[in-house]
Structures are given as C-alpha cells and as structure tokens.
C-alpha cells in the first residue's frame, strides 16, 4: 500500500491478545500505523511497553488522560483513522457495542466514531456460541461492522470449537483489502435502487413486499466508501441511510423510475429493488369502505421496468447496469436469460430457496452472470457481497 493509512487498534482482553504485536507487526509492512488502545483488561494480558514499542506510538488507555484528552481526544482518535479494528474483541466488548456503553475509552472511541469498524471475536465456544454473543453479533453486523474469523480449533483453554483468534496474516490481509478499495471508486457515480416499492389500493391501503433494503443499502455504503458519489433511490425500509449518500425516498414504482431518471447520468447503476410488477389501476382516491357481502374488485396494470428502461437508454446510459435475480431454482439460467432481456451488463443471482435464509436475512449466496461468464460468491454477509460487488465493479471500469 503506497498511501499511508492509519488503524486505529483496540486490544480488549482475552489471551489472543498476543497475537495483535504480530498483527501490528504486519500492518506496518503495509505502511499501514497503528495507534493502540488498550482496554484494562487488555493490559493483562500484553503491556503498554510492549505495544507501544512496536507501535512506535503512545499506547491510550485512558479516558480521563488530561493530557490526551487536550493532545488528541478519544472522538478525534477515533475519526482520524481509516478504519478501527478491535482485536482480539472479547464477549465483552461485542456486548457493549451492541448495547451502545461507554464507560472506558474504548468502548467510547467506538460509539464517537465516523468510520468502519472491523472486529476480530476471540473467545471461548460455549461463549462464542452463546445466544446473547450470537445476538450481537448480529446486531454488530448489521450496523455494518465487519466480522473476521473466529476460526474453530483447539482453544488455550483446552476447549475445542469455533471461537479462535483468526490468524494473524489473514486478519492483515483482511485489513489491506478493506483499505486498499477504498478509494478505488474516487471521481465515479452511482445510481443504487433499494427496498419494496408500496403501490397504493386506496389513500390508507397498499400492496408492497417484504424487501428489507438490506442489500442495496450496503451497495451503497460500499461505493461510498470506495469513494463514489451516489445517490440512493429507496422505498420504505427500517435501515438508516448510509452516512454520504443523497438520498431519495421514494413510494411506487413510477417515483422510483423518476427519481432514478434524475440521477442519471451515472457511470455506474445498480437495481437491487424489489419493484412490484404491477399497479392497482383503479386505486381508490378516497378509502374503501366495507360493503356487506361485496368485496372490492381490484384490477392491475404494469409497471415500468426501471432496470430494462435505463438500460435500454440510448444517450447517457451508465456505463455500468446491474441488476439482481432472484431465483429458487436453475439460477444461472434463468439470470442468463434475464440478463439479455433487460438489456443489462451484469446480474448478481441470488439463490431465495428456503435453506439460503436471503430474505430479509443478513446473508446471501449470489453469482455474478455476465454475458459470457459466471463465477460463485458463495455464502457471505450481505456487506461482504457488496464490496466484492465494488471490487469487481472497479476492476471492470480500470480495465
Ligand atoms: O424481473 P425481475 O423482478 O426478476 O428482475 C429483477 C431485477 O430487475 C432487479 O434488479 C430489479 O431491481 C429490477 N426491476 C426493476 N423494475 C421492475 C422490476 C424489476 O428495476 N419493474
């Protein structure tokens, strides 16, 4: 990495936290530093002394350091880097993530900071296995956090199962990819649609889906990241807009074929929404009342394809158009077939069968189809299938 980057480092307390001098170690081959935080815990298990001469830096541990909190406080030492990793993260401190605590520097270094978290879990398996660990994780995750390992082995504590520190070169090599794509997209734009579209029956009734936005939106979280401008284009979902994108709520499939018209033109458009094929044509304009034995007869018109009609654009079409299939059987060829008919360049399909747990789910088992070729993403956080997808998008541009 030619650039110099900056971890910021949290050692919270578990025997793993050996490991992390090897892992300081290695960020620095990458020219990647390494200010530390070191929970009390942590300081059991590996000193002050010993970090900071690999680090070459001043080890914080303190929240109430008067000096610190003048020289560089715990909200400015947590925005100043490019990503913050804790690792070894005990059950501890994935709890009080979760839960939103700050009661020591690191937990409020965490809660004040702007940028991404990666979080390496070290643990015993009984307690890694714990619903309540298993809990927070999930919430960790989707708030974005990326999770690295644990592994499953021999544990010190003469234990066996899934709860190991990841190797050290792997959790390095984890870092160096989040960061080396980070700006990878720098000067593009983006187009991403996200969630269910809701198509009015009356004023107070709707008909719409169970797209829970969770895809899309961590595209869009992953283009900014990797430096892109986008503009999000989403129906109604539970999910936060991703900090930095400009964001366009939209109801019906004809707000989200506007509002994605003016986002044009972009070099890159990517169409994770669940769009209702249909619209009630007879929509009520005041709510329909109750009449005994006489139920309301709806009747249905098309929608826009959003995806076919922006790619089938002429001038100032994207340079890129993704869209997604969703199949529960003969996946690939069925998004092979989808690719020609709507005109675009890639198709992530994703496999919907009952056992993937996708929907509404935080994971996903997607395969790139592209006109001449497709490749397995295997089963893989929502997040990690979106910055793949920026990956694959940034080397396609390049080349
Ligand atoms: O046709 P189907 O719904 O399977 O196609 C899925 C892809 O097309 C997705 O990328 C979806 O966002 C997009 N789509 C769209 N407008 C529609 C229907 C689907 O953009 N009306």
Same mark, same amino acid.
Request: proline share 5%; with cysteine.
């Given at each position: 990495?030619?650039?110099?980057?900056?971890?910021?480092?949290?050692?919270?307390?578990?025997?793993?936290?050996?490991?992390?001098?090897?892992?300081?170690?290695?960020?620095?081959?990458?020219?990647?530093?390494?200010?530390?935080?070191?929970?009390?815990?942590?300081?059991?298990?590996?000193?002050? /002394?010993?970090?900071?001469?690999?680090?070459?830096?001043?080890?914080?541990?303190?929240?109430?350091?008067?000096?610190?909190?003048?020289?560089?406080?715990?909200?400015?030492?947590?925005?100043?880097?490019?990503?913050?990793?804790?690792?070894?993260?005990?059950?501890?401190?994935?709890?009080?993530?979760?839960?939103?605590?700050?009661?020591?520097?690191?937990?409020?270094? $965490?809660?004040?900071?702007?940028?991404?978290?990666?979080?390496?879990?070290?643990?015993?398996?009984?307690?890694?296995?714990?619903?309540?660990?298993?809990?927070?994780?999930?919430?960790?995750?989707?708030?974005?956090?990326?999770?690295?390992?644990?592994?499953?082995?021999?544990?010190?504590?003469?234990?066996?199962?899934?709860?190991?520190?990841?190797?050290?070169?792997?959790?390095?090599?984890?870092?160096?990819?989040?960061?080396?794509?980070?700006?990878?997209?720098?000067?593009?734009?983006?187009?991403?649609?996200?969630?269910?579209?809701?198509?009015?029956?009356?004023?107070?009734?709707?008909?719409?889906?169970?797209?829970?936005?969770?895809?899309?939106?961590?595209?869009?979280?992953?283009?900014?990241?990797?430096?892109?401008?986008?503009? $999000?284009?989403?129906?109604?979902?539970? /999910?936060?807009?991703?900090?930095?994108?400009?964001?366009?709520?939209?109801?019906?499939?004809?707000?989200?074929?506007?509002?994605?018209?003016?986002?044009?033109?972009?070099?890159?458009?990517?169409?994770?929404?669940?769009?209702?094929?249909?619209?009630?044509?007879?929509?009520?304009?005041?709510?329909?009342?109750?009449?005994?034995?006489?139920?309301?007869?709806?009747?249905?018109?098309?929608?826009?394809?959003?995806?076919?009609?922006?790619?089938?654009?002429?001038?100032?079409?994207?340079? $890129?158009?993704?869209?997604?299939?969703?199949?529960?059987?003969?996946?690939?060829?069925?998004?092979?077939?989808?690719?020609?008919?709507?005109?675009?360049?890639?198709?992530?399909?994703?496999?919907?069968?009952?056992?993937?747990?996708?929907?509404?789910?935080?994971?996903?088992?997607?395969?790139?189809?592209?006109?001449?070729?497709?490749?397995?993403?295997?089963?893989?956080?929502?997040?990690?299938?979106?910055?793949?997808?920026?990956?694959?998008?940034?080397?396609?541009?390049?080349?």
């Amino acid at each position: 990495m030619n650039q110099n980057k900056r971890v910021l480092l949290i050692i919270s307390g578990g025997i793993a936290a050996y490991k992390c001098l090897e892992v300081i170690r290695r960020l620095q081959d990458h020219n990647i530093s390494c200010p530390t935080i070191l929970t009390k815990a942590g300081a059991e298990f590996v000193t002050p /002394l010993s970090v900071s001469a690999l680090s070459g830096g001043k080890v914080f541990q303190d929240l109430f350091d008067l000096t610190d909190e003048q020289e560089m406080g715990h909200i400015r030492l947590s925005r100043e880097a490019d990503l913050v990793l804790v690792a070894p993260a005990t059950a501890d401190i994935m709890a009080k993530m979760a839960s939103g605590q700050a009661n020591d520097l690191a937990t409020t270094a $965490l809660l004040a900071t702007d940028k991404p978290v990666m979080v390496a879990p070290a643990m015993n398996p009984m307690m890694w296995q714990h619903p309540a660990t298993q809990a927070n994780l999930e919430t960790l995750k989707e708030r974005g956090v990326t999770i690295v390992g644990p592994e499953s082995g021999d544990m010190a504590c003469g234990e066996h199962g899934a709860g190991r520190f990841v190797e050290p070169a792997v959790l390095v090599s984890s870092v160096v990819s989040f960061l080396n794509q980070s700006q990878n997209l720098k000067g593009k734009t983006a187009l991403v649609t996200a969630g269910p579209t809701r198509e009015a029956i009356d004023p107070v009734r709707y008909i719409s889906n169970h797209s829970s936005g969770k895809q899309g939106y961590a595209i869009a979280e992953a283009l900014v990241s990797a430096g892109a401008d986008v503009t $999000l284009v989403s129906g109604p979902t539970k /999910l936060a807009p991703p900090t930095g994108v400009n964001f366009v709520p939209i109801n019906t499939a004809d707000e989200l074929l506007a509002a994605s018209k003016a986002a044009l033109p972009t070099d890159i458009a990517i169409f994770a929404a669940a769009v209702a094929d249909y619209k009630v044509a007879n929509a009520a304009t005041q709510k329909i009342k109750k009449k005994d034995g006489k139920a309301p007869k709806l009747e249905f018109e098309a929608n826009p394809d959003i995806l076919a009609t922006i790619a089938s654009i002429k001038k100032g079409r994207p340079d $890129l158009v993704i869209g997604f299939a969703a199949e529960t059987e003969n996946l690939i060829k069925n998004a092979q077939s989808k690719l020609k008919k709507k005109d675009c360049d890639w198709i992530l399909a994703n496999d919907v069968s009952e056992k993937t747990g996708t929907f509404g789910g935080d994971a996903s088992e997607v395969h790139l189809v592209k006109s001449n070729a497709n490749e397995s993403w295997g089963h893989q956080s929502k997040q990690a299938t979106a910055r793949q997808l920026v990956e694959a998008i940034a080397q396609e541009l390049k080349g």
